[in-house]
């Protein structure tokens, strides 16, 4: 190998490492984003029901009897 193969190795390291720590920054800030989505589902929108749901940005909120039947049902969508 040449003695300035080195320098190029190393620039390539660089440029890889570069990459993965932005990547590594983006899907922390998005399963942040989405965890927020999540919590103002469960917590804000459907606080007085016993069960939600949120995927795809749809909020869906669910109450049920004792029988387990579904007594009502509210579903909004969110962040269009």
Known sequence: MEKQGWKTIAIIFICLFTVETFYIGWAVNFVIE????????????????????FADNVCSCYSYDLNNDLVSEKTETMYD
């Open 34 to 53: 989405e965890e927020q989505k999540i919590n103002e589902c469960y917590y804000d929108i459907c606080e007085q029901y016993e069960e939600a749901d």
